[in-house]
Antibody, heavy 120, light 110 residues
Framework: QVQLQESGPGLVKPSETLSLTCAVSGYSISSGYYWGWIRQPPGKGLEWIGS???????YYNPSLKSRVTISVDTSKNQFSLKLSSVTAADTAVYYC?????????????WGQGTLVTVSS | QSALTQPASVSGSPGQSITISCTGTSSDVGGYNYVSWYQQHPGKAPKLMIYDVSKRPSGVSNRFSGSKSGNTASLTISGLQAEDEADYYCCSYAGSSSWVFGGGTKLTVL
């Protein structure tokens, strides 16, 4: 059973960098599939942030591309999100997810989500 | 890249069928057969219900079905049950390796 678990600071100051990690269990990232991040501001809808293939190829939301970096660490079986120059608009629940062998979305497996608040 | 358009809310009685629409453009919904639908209960992570317009992941009830016509995709839930009450989101490929979600629809089971 594939399981994903997000971790990272729950509070980030404006203009700083948000950093989250997604630990994967029950499946080896190096074996394939797409992995990625989706966020949801409080009381609002979902937003695709970006995806990464196990080989390291990345795909980002054009509206966030200049601030986002997604990377994978196959030795630790985890992948990470960095979002720079954050503002209050980046306050959201951040989900990590696993997609198909061809793309993400669709996301079949999800982490429980972690709330990140941007505030001084 | 604008969000896909979904009705804010829909409702139905137990046993009835309801349909949730998801309207985009020829650059997203109408241009690709990569529409997926997610169910989200309060405080929970979304759950994939439909992918590639009309395919169901293993374990998802066959009461859930998806379709597409032109720039509009639809999710139909038949035999409505109390546990179907949730928020539903559509998502479509939008070209250039990017994806866009709909604004979400709150389903109320009366």
């Amino acid at each position: 059973q594939v399981q994903l678990q997000e971790s990272g600071p729950g509070l980030v100051k404006p203009s700083e960098t948000l950093s989250l990690t997604c630990a994967v269990s029950g499946y080896s990232i190096s074996s394939g599939y797409y992995w990625g991040w989706i966020r949801q501001p409080p009381g609002k809808g979902l937003e695709w942030i970006g995806s990464i293939y196990h080989s390291g190829s990345t795909y980002y939301n054009p509206s966030l591309k200049s601030r986002v970096t997604i990377s994978v660490d196959t030795s630790k079986n985890q992948f990470s999100l960095k979002l720079s120059s954050v503002t209050a608009a980046d306050t959201a629940v951040y989900y990590c997810a696993r997609g198909s062998r061809y793309q993400l979305p669709p996301a079949l497996y999800w982490g429980q989500g972690t709330l990140v608040t941007v505030s001084s | 890249q604008s969000a896909l358009t979904q009705p804010a809310s829909v409702s139905g009685s137990p046993g009835q069928s309801i349909t949730i629409s998801c309207t985009g453009t020829s650059s997203d919904v109408g241009g690709y057969n990569y529409v997926s639908w997610y169910q989200q209960h309060p405080g929970k992570a979304p759950k994939l219900m439909i992918y590639d317009v009309s395919k169901r992941p293993s374990g998802v009830s066959n009461r859930f079905s998806g379709s597409k016509s032109g720039n509009t995709a639809s999710l139909t839930i038949s035999g409505l049950q109390a546990e179907d009450e949730a928020d539903y989101y559509c998502c479509s490929y939008a070209g250039s390796s990017s994806w866009v979600f709909g604004g979400g629809t709150k389903l109320t089971v009366l």
